[in-house]
């Protein structure tokens, strides 16, 4: 039997958004801020709307996946107090160093997705470097090839990005893991993961197209997904 290790990451923030449109977007809209999760099956334990949910997945020998979100309002705006436990098996260290740092990247992302495009329709795209991107330098590649290495939360860069063409992008993300853009109509996230030792991987979430019809937004995901595959393809072939 694979040995297991439980874990609990613990992170609280405040968003500038109300407990309703919070509650929307992690049941929801997920896709808009960090990925789809409705392919997985999981049990709502608890379901106190706006205020408090737990979701939870389980598995053979003891293994089980939660996460809790307890909404509290403010005069800031909504407290969320944000626990993700369960278990964790091969490598569980540099696992658990990785969920961390991503839990924090994605309730930044949640913020930014609640404060400039909350309830607008999104195409969601992810897509995995090649081999070459798991080397111990690619993600500094990837910042240096657009121009960007050393760049500090609240710069503003001229980029010339695939689909989305040139287009004014604020960094609303930095440190050595990740790097969070945010154009006027879309949030391109991109993940150092080779730091984990996996390939650099790439999100995109494109707002432009509110009221198109599902095809052309299909056809609009396959062009980000085209695109930036043969773009990681060259920049680490």
């Known amino acids: 039997m694979t040995e297991q290790h439980p874990f609990e990451i613990v992170q609280d923030v405040v968003l500038a958004a109300s407990p309703e449109q919070i509650w929307k977007a992690i049941t ?4 808009a801020w960090m990925f789809p999760t409705d392919q997985w099956p999981s049990v709502r334990t608890v379901d106190e709307y706006p205020s408090h949910l737990v979701t939870r ?8 996946n939660q996460l809790e979100h307890v ?9 969320l107090h944000y626990v993700h436990s369960g278990v964790l098996t091969d490598n569980w260290e540099q696992q658990y160093d990785g969920a961390a740092k991503h839990t924090l990247f994605y309730l930044h992302t949640l913020g930014q997705y609640l404060a400039n495009f909350d309830g607008r329709t999104v195409v969601y795209v992810e897509v995995r470097g090649p081999d070459g991107s798991i080397a111990p330098d690619a993600f500094e590649r990837f910042l240096a090839a657009f121009g960007l290495v050393g760049v500090i939360p609240g710069e503003k860069k001229e980029l010339d990005l695939p689909v989305l063409g040139p287009v004014e992008a ?10 969070g853009l945010r154009t006027g109509d879309a949030m391109v996230r991109v993940f150092g993961r080779n730091l984990f030792g996996d390939r650099v991987g790439l999100t995109v979430h494109d707002f432009s197209l509110d009221s198109a019809s599902e095809a052309v937004r299909a056809s609009r995901a396959d062009q980000h997904a085209e695109a930036w595959r043969a773009y990681l393809e060259k920049l680490y072939a």
Do not use: C, I, S
């Open 28 to 31: 929801e809209d997920t896709a």
């Open 57 to 64: 997945m389980e598995g053979p020998d003891g293994w089980f």
């Open 71 to 79: 909404l509290t309002p403010g005069p800031e705006g909504t407290h």
């Open 170 to 179: 604020t960094v609303d993300y930095a440190n050595e893991y990740f790097l």
